[in-house]
């Protein structure tokens, strides 16, 4: 290499993007009509091709994961109630639970896929549980069909953090259509990724009645708008999506199937060609925000594959150890994987060679 030539560096997310885009980020710009706390024009579009694409009941559009997570837990009155939830996760899925005044339960993972474990659900479900929140880790589906029947044993809510999981498949349904509420995020390096977004799909008993509650809590309250007038019901937030972002989600729902596929495909090839032991499953139902690999000497390893040009990540840092939510609880298996997990890059971008380099520069440094 040349001395003081800017090393090529592979992303670790990049998003999946075209000309239309731009396209349609410069028609909207252009219509001066940028934003709609009643949800009207794009973000009405929007919510109506998701509900489509996912087959839920009904969908809502928001402006980030966190506020889906937030708003959907509103629904059930968690008040004082507690909430199993994963510590391996994005802190805003136990935000959530402080936000509408529950006390989240820590629970422990599955080793094979990192989603929340079952059986230490049902060891810390008691009276005083709420509802349980599962997330689909990395685009992998979480076990839906379990957990909804001891949820529905003990008469509580499962609300899924899907925020890494659109377009992924469980019993041969999308993801958004299986539970009470399913959230999603549409960050920019999400798989269907938008400058900010979110979505709440709702499959519980009160659909209607939902959904009306959910459409004045995103807009600051409001409801029974008619003209210039309108009333605020109940203390409500700014959380309404904008039109850019529902336009670039409309243009990125198009191509996200294609896109999980090359993501697939990209895992397909790590999980035949790593020689690492401790990796993610390849599953045709999940979408693989990304992959994770377990290494030791986690610093030297990212260390060396930022020195090839390979960018990569931590997914997460457990929750129950940070300071606002300092816990002297034990999860075994969360604690040993924080402390091994790295996260290489999934995203369709990536070239048959950058793949390849991925996979040589891991397997030289795993046997090292």
């Known amino acids: 290499m040349i001395q003081n030539e800017k090393k090529y560096l592979i992303k670790l997310f990049d998003p999946y993007i075209s000309k239309e885009e731009a396209k349609t980020t410069t028609k909207v710009i252009q219509s001066k009509f940028w934003a709609s706390g009643s949800g009207t024009n794009n973000v009405k579009k929007f919510e109506d091709a998701f509900l489509k694409y996912t087959k839920s009941k009904n969908c809502i559009a928001v402006n980030s994961g966190t506020a889906a997570l937030h708003l959907a837990l509103s629904l059930f009155n968690i008040e004082n109630k507690e909430v199993l939830v994963p510590s391996l996760t994005f802190v805003s899925s136990v935000n959530a639970i402080l936000y509408n005044r529950g006390k989240p339960i820590f629970v422990d993972i599955d080793s094979k896929n990192l989603c929340i474990d079952i059986m230490d659900i049902k060891k810390k479900i008691t009276k005083k549980t709420g509802a349980i929140i599962i997330v689909d880790f990395a685009g992998m589906p979480a076990n839906i069909e ?3 029947k ?3 044993k003990n008469k509580i809510p499962v609300i899924e953090d ?4 659109a377009g ?7 993801i958004g259509s299986h539970l009470d509420a399913v959230c999603f995020s549409f960050h920019p390096v999400k798989n269907l990724a938008m400058p900010t977004g979110g979505a709440i799909c709702i499959n519980n008993k009160n659909i209607k009645k939902s959904k009306k509650i959910l459409q004045s809590l995103r807009w600051c309250g409001i409801e029974n708008r008619k003209k210039f007038q309108y009333d605020v019901g109940r203390l409500g937030w700014n959380y309404y ?5 529902a336009a670039i989600g409309l243009v990125q729902l198009k191509k996200l199937d294609f896109a999980n596929r090359k993501r697939r495909s990209v895992a397909k090839k790590y999980s035949s060609k790593l020689k690492i032991k401790n990796k993610m499953p390849y599953s045709d139902d999940c979408v693989y925000h990304f992959y994770w690999i377990r290494v030791k000497n986690r610093e030297k390893f990212m260390k060396k594959m930022y020195e090839k040009g390979i960018e990569t990540g931590i997914h997460y840092n457990p929750v129950h150890k940070m300071l606002h939510y300092k816990s002297k609880i034990k999860l075994p298996i969360t604690e040993q994987v924080a402390n091994e997990i790295v996260s290489i890059p999934t995203h369709p971008n990536l070239t048959n060679s950058e793949v390849n380099k991925i996979i040589h520069a891991v397997n030289n440094l795993y046997d090292s």
């Open 241 to 245: 999506m904008n039109e850019i972002s």
């Open 150 to 152: 001891i949820a529905d």
């Open 168 to 174: 992924a498949i469980h019993n041969g349904k999308r």
């Open 146 to 148: 379990e957990i909804k």
């Open 162 to 165: 899907a925020a890494h999981s």
